[in-house]
């Protein structure tokens, strides 16, 4: 994967947009029960337990929530990125450039075509290493169609050498 450890996201760029609603539900469930059943049977257990399994639970579902946020897909005039992390060694840009994208596919279902939330994968031509795969990412169809529009558009340029 063609990588930038930059933590910033460039001016010149085409948003495309970043993780749909859809991608909270997971997190969402996952603090239902572990505020609403693990926390209440550790602090049966000792006040002291139940302290702590609240404080790790508050601490685990802001961090996945702030995760999801930081989800955000972009191109710009040398390929295709996306930008994600919270934590400093997690933070980064990952992409394809233009001369090696392959193409761009979002994976349909009925799910996703009722709530506008694919997974999609941007490919890179010569390795599957280096692709993109993006799940819940919002409207993913009209973004696929964006980066396969804007390759073509460079294709037809002669602008990828």
């Known amino acids: 994967?063609?990588?930038?450890?930059?933590?910033a996201i460039p001016s010149d760029i085409t948003s495309l947009g970043g993780k749909s609603w859809t991608a909270y539900i997971r997190v969402i469930a996952?603090?239902?029960v572990l505020f609403c059943i693990v926390t209440p049977l550790a602090w049966r257990?000792?006040?002291v337990a139940g302290?702590?399994?609240?404080?790790l639970s508050l601490g685990f579902t802001a961090y996945q929530f702030l995760e999801l946020r930081s989800y955000?897909?972009?191109f710009n005039d040398i390929g295709v990125w996306i930008y994600s992390g919270v934590l400093p060694w997690?933070?980064?840009v990952a992409g394809v450039k233009w001369r090696d994208l392959d193409e761009a596919v979002y994976f349909q279902s009925i799910g996703s075509w009722l709530f506008k939330s694919y997974?999609?994968?941007i490919g890179h031509r010569f390795t599957k290493s280096s692709e993109i795969l993006v799940s819940h990412m919002t409207r993913g169809n009209e973004v696929v169609m964006k980066i396969n529009g804007r390759h073509q558009d460079l294709v037809r340029a002669n602008a990828l050498n």
């Open 1 to 7: 994967m063609d990588q930038d450890s930059s933590a």
């Open 30 to 32: 996952i603090g239902f």
């Open 45 to 47: 257990a000792s006040v």
């Open 51 to 55: 302290i702590v399994v609240l404080l």
């Open 72 to 74: 955000h897909l972009y």
């Open 90 to 92: 997690k933070k980064g």
């Open 119 to 121: 997974s999609i994968r």
